[in-house]
């Protein structure tokens, strides 16, 4: 259903129950019906390219739902129920208008390894980041960050951390335990 004009998902998407995977990107959605929280199954939701201003608040019934690339839209604010996606594994919130506060629910996904938050307008992250001790793969490049909260540096699996392009001044203490960090 990618690359296509729709500017509605029909109510009906919610009797999908054994539907594993919706690409729905490079559309002209605005928004999303309830009934997307219905779908138990799905495992990979792209919506990359659309005009969604905000995720409804029950996509955080999808409980099985690995990956959510929901990059260059026009999201405002980010739902405050994340926590509950525990299969989450990969988020993509790039190149969107996400301003702080950055709910702390962020952080409490359990199994989140991947984060794209590159190019919203973000200025400060939750201190509960550091709970995603999962995560290899942390990207806030081309935000408005004054600073990292001390709690990065919990992030003992991270790999790759990318700060460019932001108003950082100072960078906190314990990240230079971060030993297996290279980017």
Known sequence: LSHNRFETVPPEIGKLLRLHTLD??????ASLPAEVGA???????KLRTNSLTLLPPEMACLSSLQSLDVAENKLIR???SFSTLISLTTLDLSRNAIKSPIP????????LVELQMQGNQVSSLPETLGYLRCLRSLDVSNNVL????DSVSLLRR?????????NLRALP???????????
């Open 24 to 29: 729905m990107s490079v559309n002209r959605l």
């Open 39 to 45: 779908l138990q199954s799905l495992h990979v939701l």
């Open 78 to 80: 980010l739902p405050p």
């Open 104 to 111: 702390s629910s962020l952080g409490l996904i359990p199994n």
């Open 146 to 149: 004054l600073s990292l909260p």
């Open 158 to 166: 991270l790999t790759v951390l990318d700060l460019r392009r932001n």
């Open 173 to 183: 203490i314990g990240l230079g335990t971060l030993e297996d960090l290279r980017t």
